[in-house]
């Protein structure tokens, strides 16, 4: 299995970015796909997640309203739509996988990305 996220980078505050993950070897049929962030001496902390039995995304309080969670088009693709981003939306962002349901603890996914780094700065 191997989850491969992309598209960070630096972009000014209020600005957009879309994280992609790509995922191999598991279906969404059987997995969650969760999305997390990590900054340097801090713990991962949920971002969103897609759940596998309904296909419902819950996302983090300080991110509701500014980003979105999706299947893509592309199969075995999931898009993390990032907008009006603030300077404290900087971390390292990893896309997990975890069997059916959407756990809120890092430790329970099974399977992670090698992370992408977002930095929002003018």
């Known amino acids: 299995v191997q989850l491969v996220e992309s598209g960070g980078g630096l972009v000014q505050p209020g600005g957009s970015l879309r994280l992609s993950c790509a995922f191999s070897?598991?279906?969404?049929?059987?997995?969650?796909i969760g999305w997390f962030r990590q900054v340097p001496g801090k713990e991962r902390e949920g971002v969103s997640c897609?759940?596998?039995?309904?296909?419902?995304?819950t996302y983090a309080d300080s991110v509701k309203g500014r980003f979105t969670s999706a299947r893509g088009n592309v199969k075995n693709t999931v898009y993390l739509q990032m907008n009006n981003l603030k300077p404290e939306d900087t971390a390292v962002y990893y896309c997990?996988?975890?069997?059916?349901?959407?756990?809120?603890?890092?430790?329970?996914?099974?399977?992670w990305g090698q992370g992408t780094q977002v930095t929002v700065s003018s």
């Open positions: 997990a996988a975890v069997a059916y349901l959407c756990p809120p603890t890092p430790a329970t996914y099974d399977y």
């Open positions: 070897e598991l279906s969404m049929d059987y997995y969650a």
């Open positions: 897609i759940s596998s039995l309904d296909g419902s995304t």
